[in-house]
């Protein structure tokens, strides 16, 4: 699925520049929300690997199941570790009412994955 894998490329260089911007450009202003902050980056790291994965195991599980796991944590990075940044910066702690959410699409992507390899017929290939 070559768009899982565009959008999961992606989603993971965002991770690393958004990393690297948060511990130079950032530092004064993160202050306390300095860990709050690198959360939002690991778990978006974790779930473009997810969506990677997912991509690449797309032919070989059920595809819908796998294509709405990919739209699920995609949304999560969006909705986790997004509020997770805008908080760190702007301190509105509003916000962390939105991480939750995110949260929960992460959840639910991991339950369509497992369903979604459950169901696959083995194959029995050697590599």
């Not at 992460?106 to 050697?126: G, L």
Request: aromatic share 12%; glycine share 10%.
């Amino acid at each position: 699925m070559k768009k899982g894998l565009i959008i999961g490329g992606i989603l993971a260089m965002l991770a690393v520049a958004i990393g690297a911007f948060g511990a130079h450009a950032l530092k004064d202003i993160l202050g306390s929300y300095r860990a709050t902050y690198e959360t939002g980056v690991q778990y978006q790291m974790f779930h473009a690997v997810a969506i990677l994965v997912c991509a690449l195991a797309y032919e070989k599980l059920n595809s819908r199941l796998v294509g709405a796991a990919i739209i699920l944590f995609s949304a999560g990075i969006i909705l986790f570790s997004g509020s997770l940044y805008i908080l760190s910066i702007t301190k509105i702690t509003v916000l962390g009412a939105i991480t939750p959410i995110g949260g929960v699409c992460f959840i639910a992507a991991w339950i369509c994955f497992i369903i979604a390899a459950a169901k696959s017929r083995p194959t029995f290939r050697s590599f």
